[in-house]
């Protein structure tokens, strides 16, 4: 996809694809307890690319806050 209006070629976000998962367990409790991953294999990408004022040919690159690989414990309590 084109991130700039004018359809500047070198604005192009070239396509990628992320992994993320989780595994957990629930107690009759209600008690659940797991543990996730999001971007596992730190897949790199920007959000938007646009053509700099004032300097002919740069480009400013805007990376994902998505782009960050994280890991973390889920606890939730499931009431009836």
Partial sequence: ALSSANNDPNTLINSYGLLDGSIGVR????????????????????????????????YVNFPSFAARRTYGISARLWLP
Avoid at 30 to 42: H, Q, V
């Fill in 27 to 58: 107690w009759e409790s209600g008690f659940e307890l797991s543990l996730f991953g999001r971007n596992i294999l730190d897949q790199h990408f920007d959000d938007l690319i646009f053509p700099q004022p004032f300097d002919a040919g740069g």
